[in-house]
Structures are given as structure tokens and as C-alpha cells.
């Protein structure tokens, strides 16, 4: 038998309600910044970046086939970033047609921390 045990996190319906934050954000690439805001949502630990805030003159967002589901957000669709001819392969998330609870999220970008470098002030 297993010394861990399941987390309740993934058994709940919304673990984590998404909060609005006001500060700075940035999502960068090799010291390239690709998005940037004043304001963005928090949810479950990462930063979602509102779509206007992604800088399309530094970085090209490709949405790729991948697609994972949150029983709580929904079905999640995946960017592939690119930064000076550099793919990161499904590095970026976002819900396009979440659910009633992560409505505040739609659209909005986050970011594999492992990818990308994540700052918040």
C-alpha cells in the first residue's frame, strides 16, 4: 500500500476561487518579457495574465492540439511559445470556454513556472 495519500484537492468541485491581484506581473523568456500587468487573476498557485497583456511583438503563441480538463475550470487549450526562434512546447494554458465558477479566467494565460520565469510585486 501506498505511503500517500490522494490529495481532497482533486476530488473538489472549485479547491481554489480565482482572486483578481494588483501590482506587477511578468512572464519572461531568456530575459524576454512576454507578458506583462497590472492586474491578473490568481488561481490554485499560478498567475493568469489577462490576453492584452501578452506581448505578440516578442513572442509568437501558437495554440497546439494539447488539451487537459480541471473538473472545477474546465477544458484548458495550450500555447506553444516561441522567443527569438526558441520553442517552448506547450508552455502557456488557458480557458477559452471555462466553467460558471472560472469565468473570470477566460482567455486569461498562465504559464509552466519550469518554462517561463514568473514574477509578481
Same mark, same amino acid.
Given at each position: 500500500?501506498?505511503?500517500?495519500?490522494?490529495?481532497?484537492?482533486?476530488?473538489?468541485?472549485?479547491?481554489?476561487?480565482?482572486?483578481?491581484?494588483?501590482? /506587477?506581473? *511578468? %512572464?519572461? $523568456?531568456?530575459?524576454?518579457?512576454?507578458?506583462?500587468?497590472?492586474?491578473?487573476?490568481? !488561481?490554485? &498557485?499560478?498567475?493568469?495574465?489577462?490576453?492584452?497583456?501578452?506581448?505578440?511583438?516578442?513572442?509568437?503563441?501558437?495554440? /497546439?492540439? *494539447? %488539451?487537459? $480538463?480541471?473538473?472545477?475550470?474546465?477544458?484548458?487549450?495550450?500555447?506553444?511559445?516561441? !522567443?527569438? &526562434?526558441?520553442?517552448?512546447?506547450?508552455?502557456?494554458?488557458?480557458?477559452?470556454?471555462?466553467?460558471?465558477?472560472?469565468?473570470?479566467?477566460?482567455?486569461? $494565460?498562465?504559464?509552466?513556472?519550469?518554462?517561463?520565469?514568473?514574477?509578481?510585486?
Amino acid at each position: 500500500m501506498s505511503p500517500f495519500k490522494i490529495s481532497n484537492l482533486f476530488k473538489s468541485k472549485n479547491p481554489t476561487t480565482p482572486k483578481m491581484v494588483s501590482g /506587477t506581473a *511578468t %512572464a519572461k $523568456v531568456n530575459g524576454v518579457t512576454i507578458a506583462e500587468a497590472t492586474e491578473w487573476e490568481v !488561481v490554485e &498557485g499560478n498567475i493568469y495574465f489577462p490576453p492584452s497583456s501578452l506581448k505578440q511583438d516578442q513572442a509568437q503563441f501558437t495554440k /497546439t492540439s *494539447t %488539451a487537459s $480538463v480541471c473538473p472545477w475550470k474546465g477544458t484548458a487549450s495550450y500555447y506553444t511559445i516561441t !522567443v527569438d &526562434g526558441k520553442e517552448l512546447k506547450d508552455a502557456a494554458w488557458f480557458y477559452a470556454t471555462p466553467k460558471d465558477k472560472a469565468e473570470n479566467i477566460k482567455d486569461h $494565460v498562465a504559464f509552466y513556472k519550469t518554462k517561463v520565469d514568473i514574477t509578481s510585486s
